[in-house]
């Protein structure tokens, strides 16, 4: 039966969206979106294991993702009455396994955008639920500014120095806790030779008995690097009250005295075969749980042998210190021969053969919310998967 729903679901949306197209002047579909899926063991036979710490960013991916997820972004693009449409529809799945009766279906996006209207012919306009904003890092899959939600808005709007946009956004949180949240950004600023600025806002406010307002602001810096086919992204960040690092939603009823900063570095290259992804980032938060203190370091690398063919390997190092508790450590290494469509460390899809090896101490393995496995401070994972986007 749930099958069944599914496919008219998917049968009903690629109609609505076909028919969409073909009553406007010009129609184009297409589709792009990413997955992961694999299987491995860890050691002694038992069932495969992921290691990290519980903090935003404190977990590095390679050989080290336990769950499967996917995502397609079915769009059509037309233009009526000269005005140029985009559609998307995103459905998603997510299982935090192997088995198969454990799958969430979702919706990421669906959402309409219009631009060439004649009192602003230059400025996009949308509408619906999005992934809006984000900026990431991808060897943590960490998106560092990400705000995505329910609502509307408008961007490209031609400042002379930058590109304004401004975006509300609606969590009616299981009717108990329902927030707002406004959105202000301008990017595009010229900086320096090679470099722009970016810079994000947030302003949060929840409807109910104990809620809080809040604020976030982020200053996004991204360098290219002439002759290392990449460059460097770098973010400045605090927030105070019920509003998230990330600019997004936190937590509702958090106060005025509930705050935090981030700093964060990325920086990516390619030259000939070698290419890679290196990272580094501190925070301090202050909560009603308590304040803590957190910091990561790693980097992934990867050697093209041929053009098909290249050797992967990632290694980092997190640590996280909660009030008046024991720092908990957590060193992670993985090695991965890989087949991919070309030598690029941005080819994709990668097949992989991995093995990730990981050591944290006994303040890690002590808190349940790190779910390392229990009675042990060093684990070994063996596996294969693959990594696909389009």
Request: charged share 15%; hydrophobic share 40%; proline share 2%.
């Amino acid at each position: 039966m749930k099958k069944m729903i599914r496919s008219a679901m998917a049968l009903t949306v690629g109609t609505t969206m076909a028919a969409a197209a073909t009553a406007a002047d010009t129609g184009a579909f297409s589709t792009s979106g990413y997955f992961r899926a694999g299987t491995g063991t860890a050691s002694k036979n038992t069932s495969r294991a992921c290691y990290g710490l519980a903090g935003a960013g404190l977990k590095y991916r390679l050989g080290n993702e336990c769950d499967i997820y996917g995502e397609i972004d079915l769009a059509t693009a037309f233009k009526a009455e000269g005005v140029e449409y985009s559609v998307h529809v995103m459905p998603t799945l997510w299982n935090p396994g192997t088995d198969n009766g454990s799958a969430t279906w979702g919706l990421g996006q669906m959402f309409v955008e219009g631009r060439g209207f004649d009192f602003a012919p230059g400025v996009k306009f949308w509408a619906g639920k999005r992934y809006y904003g984000r900026s990431d890092i991808h060897i943590n899959d960490t998106k560092y500014t990400v705000e995505d939600g329910v609502g509307g808005g408008a961007y490209g709007i031609d400042l002379g120095v930058g590109k304004l946009g401004v975006a509300y956004f609606r969590d009616d949180g299981n009717g108990t806790t329902p927030m707002n949240r406004v959105n202000v950004e301008l990017d595009d600023i010229a900086a320096n030779a090679g470099g722009k600025l970016r810079f994000v806002t947030a302003f949060t406010s929840a409807n109910f008995d104990g809620g809080k307002s809040g604020m976030a602001a982020t200053v996004q810096h991204q360098q290219s690097v002439e002759g290392l086919g990449g460059g460097n992204t770098a973010w400045l960040q605090y927030a105070q009250g019920s509003a998230n690092l990330n600019t997004n939603f936190g937590n509702a009823t958090a106060g005025s005295d509930v705050k935090g900063w981030r700093l964060t570095d990325a920086f990516s290259w390619q030259v000939g075969a070698f290419g890679g992804q290196a990272m580094a980032s501190f925070a301090q938060n202050k909560a009603n749980a308590g304040d803590s203190t957190l910091g990561t370091v790693g980097g992934r690398v990867s050697y093209a042998l041929t053009k098909n063919f290249k050797f992967v390997a990632e290694a980092g190092y997190s640590q996280l210190k909660p009030e008046a508790q024991a720092t908990q450590k957590l060193t992670k290494l993985t090695i991965a021969p890989t087949i991919a469509t070309g030598p690029g460390f941005w080819n994709r899809p990668e097949l992989r053969l991995y093995a990730t090896t990981a050591k944290w101490n006994d303040a890690a393995g002590a808190n349940a919310a790190n779910g390392l496995p229990a009675g042990k401070t060093s684990g070994t994972s063996v596996g294969v998967q693959v990594e696909m986007w389009w």
